[in-house]
């Protein structure tokens, strides 16, 4: 199993420039989540989905963050216009049932994304 | 001014000595209880979990201990590894609730060979 793909591994973009993180979720997975680490703030939850629907988004920072899942082994964060202070690194995670944070998560390697 | 990140607490054992990783949490309604275990360059990786009903929970070399008292868990490592080296941190749920875990900032555990 080739675990949670996450791309790219590295960003470097401008402010206002349009940010597209990209997830492949484990096979046969039903949940995945967005999570952005920083030194400041640690790992924060940002979105998590259930068989590619939505759950719950509270943990989006703003308007200028959005998440899709097209489909079950497909999920894209995009930020636009981006800051700098969107500056961390975004981990995508999979597990395999709905119950959400009582299933094991398994992390990707996530995308280390520098806004200049 | 110049910003600084916060510096994580860190812990240096000797090998094959015990770790013990401390975690606190403010939220009574906590019910579950991860601890991930977080290479350089890596995401994190789940090491060990426990519910609020119990108080201590073993897996292979490690054991979670949890002390809903004072809203305290640990994490220990028996027989530490220089493989062990790592960011450790604790995540805690309040499962009825939805899936807002709050995640600690994390303990990094630097091994001595």
């Not at chain 1, 999570?35 to 943990?59: A, C, H, W």
Request: glycine fraction near 8%; aromatic fraction near 10%.
């Amino acid at each position: 199993d080739a675990g949670v793909i996450q791309s790219p591994r590295h960003e470097v973009t401008e402010m206002g420039q349009e940010v597209t993180l990209r997830c492949k979720p484990i096979s046969g997975h039903n949940s995945l989540f967005w999570y952005r680490q920083t030194m400041m703030r640690g790992l924060e939850l940002l979105i998590y989905f259930n068989n590619n629907v939505p759950i719950d988004d509270s943990g989006m920072p703003e308007d200028r963050f959005s998440a899709k899942m097209p489909n079950a082994s497909f999920s894209t964060l995009k930020i636009q216009p981006s800051e700098p202070r969107d500056s961390a690194v975004y981990f995508c995670a999979s597990s395999p049932g709905t119950s959400g944070g009582t299933d094991t998560q398994y992390f990707g390697p996530g995308t280390r994304l520098t806004v200049l | 001014g110049e910003s600084v990140g916060l510096h994580l607490p860190t812990l240096s054992v000797q090998e094959g000595d015990n770790s013990i990783i401390n975690c606190a949490y403010s939220n009574s309604a906590s019910d579950y209880f991860i601890w991930y275990k977080q290479e350089s360059g890596k995401g994190p990786q789940f090491i060990i979990d426990i519910r609020s009903n119990m108080d201590k929970r073993q897996g292979q070399r490690v054991t979670v201990l949890l002390n809903k008292t004072v809203k305290h868990l640990s994490l220990q490592i028996a027989a530490t590894q220089p493989g062990d080296s790592a960011v450790y941190f604790c995540a805690a749920l309040v499962s009825n609730t939805g899936n807002q875990f709050y995640f600690g900032t994390g303990t990094s555990l630097t091994v001595i060979p």
